[in-house]
């Protein structure tokens, strides 16, 4: 049904049933985009992802179960997906969210083939804003998926700021449909995991209780 609908709104789709053909597809050519139902009949849906390594190969959004199951949501947000959408839903929902999600991708190549180079540099970390490649002090490159990248350009952008969670959920490209998502904090939590020398106390980005997060340290444009 979803590949029917979404081949009537002119996108080339190819539908597989488990991980290898996924892997096929992949080797075979480029994918823009990889839609995914965390409950496959033989697999599991996040062990999909780890096999997709991070950043994946392609941007995701992940299909999964009723609402109050945030479980499966959480994880694969961690894991680097993009965006979700949980059962049911509609077919127009759907679409907006493809759409939205392949734009963001086509922005950020448009961006990547720019003659324009943009570094941040903040705490010994370097990122490059055209390349999306982010350098730790020690000098090793250090993934992002789409999410952190653009939740940390949010930061660097307003640094030493107090930001709140609903800019942060913009920023980040995640949305808010239920007053419980902690699609944010996971993003957060991510970032933390990334940069932070103890994400349990971190000096970076620290929570304003009542208000939202803070970038914490200068920010030097290169």
């Keep these: 049904m979803l590949t029917n609908y979404l081949v009537a709104e002119n996108f080339k789709v190819t539908a597989v049933a488990g991980s290898q053909a996924m892997a096929r597809i992949f080797s075979e ?43 499966d949501r959480i994880v694969g947000l961690e894991l680097g997906a993009d965006d979700y959408i949980t059962k049911p839903f509609s077919l127009r929902e759907l679409l ?67 930001l709140s969670r609903e800019q942060l959920l913009i920023a980040s490209r995640m949305h808010d449909e239920e007053v419980f998502d902690r699609s944010i904090d996971v993003q957060i939590l991510r970032l933390r995991r990334k940069l932070e020398v103890n994400p349990s106390e971190p000096k970076l980005i620290t929570t304003e209780r009542g208000a939202g997060y803070m970038f914490a340290t200068a920010v030097e444009l290169l």
């Excluded at 907006?96 to 963001?104: C, G, I, P, S, Y």
């Excluded at 999306?132 to 660097?156: H, K, M, Q, V």
């Design 29 to 71: 050519r480029p994918v823009d985009l990889l839609i995914l139902d965390m409950r496959l009949a033989g697999e599991d849906g996040l062990d999909i992802m780890r096999q997709l390594g991070s950043p994946p190969e392609a941007p995701i959004i992940i299909i999964t179960g009723h609402r109050r199951d945030e479980a």
């Design 96 to 162: 907006a969210r493809v759409r939205a999600v392949l734009r963001r991708s086509q922005v950020a190549q448009r961006h990547s083939g720019s003659k324009k180079r943009v570094r941040c540099r903040f705490a010994g970390w370097e990122l490059d804003m055209r390349t999306r490649r982010l350098i730790s002090p020690a000098g090793e490159p250090t993934p992002l998926t789409t999410g952190e990248f653009n939740l940390l350009a949010a930061f660097l952008q307003s640094p030493q700021q107090i």
